[in-house]
């Protein structure tokens, strides 16, 4: 956005008789407020620095002894036997309801169809992911208070 566009946007709220407005875009914040005659009082522009993700290292496995590569290969067949619960929605992820609460599951915990698994915040709103199979949780993937994105793996969950 350049310059005569941020101008213009500012004469438009004085026009409009909002008494504040808050645009952000991908590198850029801006807030406009105005008095109650229609004058402009502030515009404050922010400018959002661009992260770039830092790229996982890649463990390198050498073939060392039979029984080590038959482990690893029996440990992907038992993952391919778990049901993936993946979050179906973009927010924050909690495993418990509240800070001095316990979790809801744990590693070990047995569950049935319609029981809470986590919660995931998504715009100030607490949204309780139930669980849709029954089994046993084999693994937890994601740690408390991080963020999670659409169809991202929560948990592992053994069926049998």
Do not use: H, W
């Not at 008789?17 to 807030?31: Q, R």
């Not at 404050?44 to 002894?65: C, K, L, S």
């Not at 440990?75 to 924050?92: D, L």
């Amino acid at each position: 956005m350049d310059i005569k566009e941020i101008q213009n946007l500012i004469k438009f709220v004085a026009k409009s008789g909002a008494t504040e407005v808050k645009l952000e875009m991908d590198d850029f914040k801006i807030t406009i407020k105005t008095t109650t005659e229609g004058a402009t009082e502030t515009a404050y522009i922010q400018q959002i620095p661009v992260q770039t993700q830092a790229q996982a290292p890649v463990a390198v496995v050498a073939p060392v002894a039979s029984t080590e590569n038959q482990s690893v290969a029996n440990e992907v067949t038992e993952n391919n036997n778990y049901i993936t619960v993946k979050s179906p929605i973009i927010g924050t992820f909690y495993r418990k309801p509240s800070p001095d609460k316990a979790p809801f599951v744990e590693v070990g915990s047995t569950i049935k169809s319609g029981d809470v698994l986590c919660v995931i915040e998504a715009m100030k709103l607490f949204n309780e992911i139930e669980s849709e199979v029954s089994g046993k949780i084999v693994k937890v993937l994601i740690d408390d208070s991080s963020p999670v994105e659409f169809d991202q793996p929560l948990f592992l969950v053994d069926p049998s």
